[in-house]
């Protein structure tokens, strides 16, 4: 999958999860937010198209997709970029 269709797949699933993106002058930041209880993600307009995709996977990676089809190039990106479960001692 090509970088502008796996950064549309990324912004789509967003979408579906109800996240806004927002594309804004951070200092070349990406971040998730609660605002007025809804989830917004915020990212640097000016990022390289590269860091957009590696910033929407890591600020998605945590939310709750699988019951969505997604392809396996997102699938695979997001679970790169999943939290590691803490083992229990």
Not at 26 to 55: F, K, N, Y
């Amino acid at each position: 999958m090509d970088p502008d269709e796996l950064l549309a797949e990324l912004e789509r699933l967003a979408e579906r999860l109800g996240v806004e993106i927002r594309y804004e002058p951070t200092g070349g930041r990406v971040g998730r937010c609660i605002l007025h209880g809804e989830m917004i993600i915020i990212m640097d307009r000016s990022l390289p198209q590269a860091d957009r995709i590696e910033g929407l996977a890591s600020a998605l990676a945590d939310l709750d997709y699988e019951n969505l089809y997604l392809p396996e190039a997102v699938r695979d990106l997001l679970a790169h970029h999943a939290p590691a479960e803490s083992a229990e001692p």
